[in-house]
C-alpha cells in the first residue's frame, strides 16, 4: 500500500526566505515551522508499518477502495462490457471506445488496460489484506471473508469478460510471481474456490457476517452458472431474500457513481437499442430494444443534443444519479440463477414463477422503483423460453456486469451461433460490426514472460 506524501518544494522555499526576512524574533516560530513540515518518510508508507492490526485493517480498506473501481467506482468492464455487449452504444470521442462497441477491439486498448490491472490489484490487495489479517486481526473473520468475497468477485468478472487464456500472477512473501495462463473455466473455478473460503470466515451469526455470506453465496452461484452448473447454483442461493443487496456507495469526496458520470453527465456512453443512428432506421441484429422497449426497469430519454463526440443524440436513462449507490450483488441476481436452473430441467412453473413474482414485486432498481409489470406469457418453445430468460436478466442488471458474460454463455454453453447473440449489420458511425465476443488481455502483459497472448478468442 503507498500513500505519497511529497511537501511542495515552494511552500518549503516560501517558509525559509519568510523567516530569514523576518530574523530571530520568529527563530521559536521557524523551529514549529520546520517541524510541522518535515516528515521522517517523505515519500511512501513502507511495508513494516503495516505488520500491525492496525496496518492489516488499513490493508483491507485500501481492497475494498480498490474493489468498488471495478463496479462503478470507476470506467470498468462493467461499462465496456456492455459496450461490447448491447447495453450501451458509444457517443465518445476516444477511439478505444469506437473500436469495442464495434466488436474491433485492440490488444493496445488503453482503456482495458486500466481496467484489466484494476482487476488484477483489486485480487492482488484482497489477497494481501487476508495474509495481514489473518496474521495480526485473526478474530476479525467476516472483515477476512470479505477480502474473499472481493477476490471472488474479481476472479468471476475476468473470467466473465476476457479472453481464454488470462494469466493469473500472485504475491509470494511480497514478491510477484508471473501466472500461466488460464481458461475462463479456470478462473471461474478460482472464483467459487474463493467464494468458499468467504464463507469459511463469514460463519458468524451477526449481521455483518450474514451479509458477507450472502454475497459471497450470490457470487458462488453466478461462477458456478459459468461452469454450467445450474442445479448447484439454484441450492447455493436458496433462501436469499429478493431485497438483499451488497453495496458499493459514493460520495463527492471519494467520487461519483462512474455509471452516471460516462452514462448520464459527460455522455461518453448512450443507452443501446435495436434501432441505431439520430434518425433510428438503422436495425442492429440481435441487440435488445433498451431504448424502445420503453421498459419501466430502465427509462431512458431521448435528447435533441449530441454527446461528447458531437454527433450522437443522447440517450440516457436516469437509473443512476451521481452519488447513487449500486448493488455489487443482490436478491435479483439470486432469483434469476434459480430461474435459469429451472428452466434447465424444464420445471415451467417454477420458471415463471419467479419471474412473475419478481415483476409483480417492484424491487427498487438503483434511483427507479418500476411499475408493477405484467405477467409473462409462455412463449411456447425452449429457444424462445431461454431468449425470454436472458432478456428478462437483462433489463434487471442493465450495466452491473453480468450482460457480456451472459452472451458469451449463450454461445458456449447453449450452443447459439455468435451472429444469432451478439450486435451484427452495419454500425451507424461506419463500418460493420466486428466478430470480437470479449475483452483482449493486453499488450502489456506480454511483459509477463509466461502469458503469450490469448489462447483464442472464442467465447
Avoid at 120 to 133: G, K, W
Avoid at 348 to 355: E, M, N, Q, S
Wanted: proline share 5%; glycine share 8%.
Amino acid at each position: 500500500m503507498t500513500s505519497f506524501l511529497r511537501l511542495p518544494n515552494f511552500s518549503r522555499r516560501r517558509t525559509a526566505v519568510g523567516v530569514a526576512a523576518l530574523g530571530l524574533v520568529l527563530s521559536a516560530c521557524s523551529s514549529v515551522t520546520d517541524s510541522l513540515l518535515k516528515a521522517d518518510i517523505p515519500d511512501i508508507i513502507p511495508p513494516e508499518l503495516t505488520n500491525n492490526s492496525e496496518g492489516s485493517l488499513g490493508l483491507a480498506n485500501g481492497a475494498l477502495g480498490t474493489f468498488r473501481s471495478i463496479t462503478a467506482g470507476d470506467e470498468s468492464t462493467w461499462l465496456f462490457g456492455g459496450l461490447l455487449a448491447d447495453e450501451w452504444s458509444t457517443s465518445s470521442t476516444f477511439p478505444q471506445n469506437d473500436e469495442t462497441d464495434q466488436r474491433h477491439l485492440l490488444e493496445n486498448n488503453s482503456q482495458v488496460t486500466n481496467m484489466l490491472y484494476r482487476l488484477y490489484r483489486t485480487r492482488i490487495r484482497a489477497s494481501e489484506a487476508i495474509t495481514a489479517l489473518n496474521k495480526f486481526s485473526p478474530t476479525r473473520r467476516a472483515l477476512i471473508g470479505e477480502m474473499y468475497f472481493a477476490k471472488g468477485f474479481s476472479e468471476m468478472q475476468l473470467a466473465q469478460d476476457f479472453c481464454n487464456g488470462i494469466p493469473i500472477s500472485s504475491l509470494v512473501d511480497g514478491v510477484p510471481q508471473a501466472g500461466e495462463s488460464e481458461t475462463g473455466m479456470q478462473v471461474f473455478t478460482r472464483a467459487v474456490a474463493s467464494y468458499d473460503s468467504a464463507l469459511v470466515y463469514a460463519d458468524g451469526t451477526d449481521t455483518t457476517s450474514v451479509r458477507i455470506a450472502r454475497s459471497a453465496r450470490i457470487g458462488k452461484a453466478r461462477a458456478l452458472l459459468g461452469l454450467e452448473r445450474y442445479a448447484e447454483a439454484s441450492a447455493t442461493v436458496a433462501g436469499i431474500p429478493t431485497n438483499f443487496a451488497y453495496i458499493h456507495t459514493f460520495s463527492l469526496p471519494t467520487g461519483a457513481n462512474t455509471i452516471w458520470g460516462q452514462g448520464f453527465s459527460a455522455a461518453r456512453y448512450v443507452v443501446g437499442d435495436s434501432l441505431e443512428g439520430n434518425a433510428r432506421n438503422i436495425f442492429v441484429k440481435n441487440a435488445l430494444p433498451f431504448v424502445t422497449a420503453a421498459d419501466p426497469r430502465l427509462p431512458v430519454t431521448i435528447l435533441t443534443g449530441n454527446g461528447q463526440d458531437g454527433q450522437t443524440r443522447v440517450r440516457r436513462t436516469p437509473l443512476y444519479g451521481q452519488l447513487t449507490q449500486v448493488d455489487v450483488v443482490n436478491g435479483i441476481d439470486a432469483r434469476m440463477v434459480e430461474a435459469e436452473a429451472a428452466l434447465a430441467v424444464n420445471d415451467l412453473v417454477k420458471f415463471f414463477a419467479i419471474h412473475n413474482s419478481l415483476r409483480a414485486s417492484q424491487p427498487q432498481l438503483g434511483t427507479v422503483k418500476p411499475a408493477v409489470l405484467a405477467p409473462l406469457v409462455d412463449p411456447g418453445t425452449p429457444e424462445a423460453r431461454l431468449s425470454l430468460q436472458f432478456r428478462e436478466k437483462a433489463f434487471w442488471t442493465f450495466s452491473r456486469g453480468q450482460r457480456l458474460g451472459d452472451l458469451r454463455r449463450l454461445v458456449r454453453q447453449y450452443k447459439r451461433n455468435v451472429t444469432d447473440v451478439f450486435p451484427e449489420g452495419i454500425h451507424y458511425k461506419g463500418g460493420n460490426y466486428g466478430v470480437d465476443v470479449n475483452l483482449p488481455i493486453v499488450t502489456d502483459e506480454r511483459n509477463n514472460p509466461s502469458f503469450l497472448g490469448c489462447l483464442d478468442r472464442k467465447a
